[in-house]
């Protein structure tokens, strides 16, 4: 079983970047994915979630607007969509997945900075 991120990287304030979660090992369809970041000395801090049968999905506030959460069973990946990126939204980013369990990635360091 695997949630592995990728799309992380350094991008200038106003910039864009997508992230992506693969999954692998479990039937990740029937998954309800997250995205949370994290910097250091905080919690982890939940971004956006997307369901599993086209529910709506949910954004926190200090997101909504510029980040877009998306899935494809088909390539058992969920992306975020980062716009309008801020220098606030520098954090370690993860993806989470949970069903009858929980699987956590490993995280991804996205850095908005000029």
């Known amino acids: 079983v695997q949630l592995v991120e990728s799309g992380g990287g350094l991008v200038q304030p106003g910039g864009s970047l997508r992230l992506s979660c693969a999954a692998s090992?479990?039937?990740?369809?029937?998954?309800?994915v997250s995205w949370y970041r994290q910097t250091p000395g905080k919690e982890r801090e939940l971004v956006a979630t997307i369901y599993t049968l086209g529910v709506t999905p949910d954004y926190a506030d200090s997101v909504k607007g510029r980040f877009t959460i998306s899935r494809d069973n088909a390539q058992n990946t969920v992306y975020l969509q980062m716009n309008s990126l801020k220098p606030e939204d520098t954090a370690v980013y993860y993806c989470n997945a949970r069903y009858l369990v929980t699987y956590w990635g490993q995280g991804t360091q996205v850095t908005v900075s000029s």
């Open positions: 090992g479990f039937t990740f369809r029937r998954y309800v």
